[in-house]
């Protein structure tokens, strides 16, 4: 009879162990389960912060690029491509004259006839402090400096060095990034003397053959 009661007893030790043993072992499955779940929200949440960080890094660069060949246009009197820079709203305001009102193609067209092909000149900016305002939408300032030389001519106007800050906004249309607004302010301007139409207007030197 003792013995029967001790072998009983020992059955349902063995099976309380078994439920305890079993019951710790869902809580810490449980428990890892728990902790892979967070470990893979905390990556998800870093990949995406590092996507974003990526993104922004490649508009601040699409946005310098842009910048980049509004001067190499200018330079090389490309004003069909200068005038597409622009966004069809895009405020322009260049050293004090608001030229809001003639467009991006209208304020490319104008520099065109003011320059012409004669009159070469040099476009630079420097610095930029470009701020991305949200994923569409940015805007910066540069440093510049400018050079400008006519030939020579009863209604030539004078030439010169200037230097100066473009303050300018960007919008992010269809994945192309373009001028939404800008504005241009000098600090200095250095006059220049023009040049004369038989000399040749990069190096100084008398044509031959003219």
């Known amino acids: 009879m003792n013995?029967?009661?001790?072998?009983?007893?020992?059955i349902l030790g063995a099976a309380i162990l078994t439920l305890f043993a079993t019951g710790c072992s869902n809580q810490n499955n449980s428990?890892?389960?728990?902790q892979a779940q967070d470990s893979?929200?905390?990556?998800?949440?870093?990949?995406?912060?590092?996507e974003e960080k990526y993104q922004k890094l490649e508009d601040m660069e699409q946005i310098r690029q842009l910048k980049a060949r509004y001067f190499r246009f200018t330079d090389e009197k490309k004003w069909k491509?200068?005038?597409e820079l622009f966004t069809s709203d895009a405020k322009i305001v260049a050293d004090g004259q608001d030229f809001t009102k003639l467009g991006g193609p209208g304020f490319?067209?104008?520099?065109?006839?003011?320059?012409?092909?004669k009159a070469p000149t040099t476009h630079h900016g420097h610095m930029p402090e470009i701020e991305m305002i949200d994923k569409n939408n940015a805007k910066a300032v540069w440093a510049m400096e400018d050079m400008l030389t006519f030939p020579e001519g009863k209604?030539?106007?004078p030439g010169h060095r200037g230097y100066g800050q473009y303050h300018e906004t960007y919008r992010k249309e269809n994945g192309v990034w373009k001028i939404s607004?800008?504005?241009?302010t000098r600090f200095r301007m250095d006059p220049l003397p023009n040049w004369k139409p038989n000399t040749d207007p990069v190096t100084g030197q008398p044509l031959t053959g003219k």
């Not at 428990?31 to 728990?34: C, E, F, P, T």
Request: glycine share 6%; net charge positive.
């Open 155 to 157: 209604n030539s106007p």
């Open 81 to 83: 491509e200068l005038g």
């Open 181 to 184: 607004s800008m504005k241009l």
């Open 108 to 117: 490319a067209k104008m520099i065109g006839d003011l320059v012409g092909d």
């Open 31 to 34: 428990k890892v389960s728990a």
């Open 3 to 10: 013995n029967k009661k001790l072998f009983t007893s020992a």
């Open 40 to 50: 893979s929200i905390q990556q998800a949440a870093k990949i995406t912060e590092l």
